[in-house]
């Protein structure tokens, strides 16, 4: 069995193409196991960080958290009170709005008529002078 040149250069060109792809994979893994490391380390960081924070909290007494939400519960109460008695403000100002310009528009309408009916009477004056006229 003899093996020509052109036989060993395509066997060595295909172990070059597999080589190469065994390259970009290994590179890939790399990409992906140091994409996996950091998202380890920020995990890490942040339980780290968790348990941090709890033990504050741990070391915080119940009287001082009740009391804590006992304050927010109060200022909310206030809050809620103070949004009622404002809604109750806005609705006398609109109510009051509401008169005042039907009030107005009234008024507007009188002006109108009684400006028609001197108009009215100035063409039937004018009419009747003219007719005396002639």
């Known amino acids: 069995m003899s093996l020509t040149i052109e036989q060993v250069l395509n066997d060595a060109k295909r172990l070059v193409e597999r080589l190469?792809?065994?390259?970009?994979a290994a590179d890939t893994l790399i990409e992906q196991t140091t994409t996996l490391h950091k998202k380890i380390d920020a995990m890490k960081q942040y339980q780290e960080e968790v348990e941090e924070m709890n033990q504050v909290a741990r070391h915080r007494p119940r009287s001082s958290l009740i009391l804590g939400i006992q304050q927010e519960n109060r200022q909310?109460?206030?809050l809620q009170r103070e949004n009622k008695d404002l809604r109750l403000a806005l609705d006398e100002h609109q109510s009051a709005l509401e008169l005042i310009m039907s009030s107005y528009?009234?008024?507007?309408s009188k002006l109108v008529m009684a400006n028609r009916t001197e108009q009215v009477a100035a063409l039937?004056?004018?009419?009747?002078?003219?007719?005396f006229i002639l």
């Open 20 to 24: 190469r792809e065994h390259d970009n």
């Open 76 to 78: 909310i109460r206030e």
């Open 105 to 108: 528009r009234e008024q507007v």
């Open 124 to 131: 039937s004056t004018n009419m009747v002078y003219m007719v």
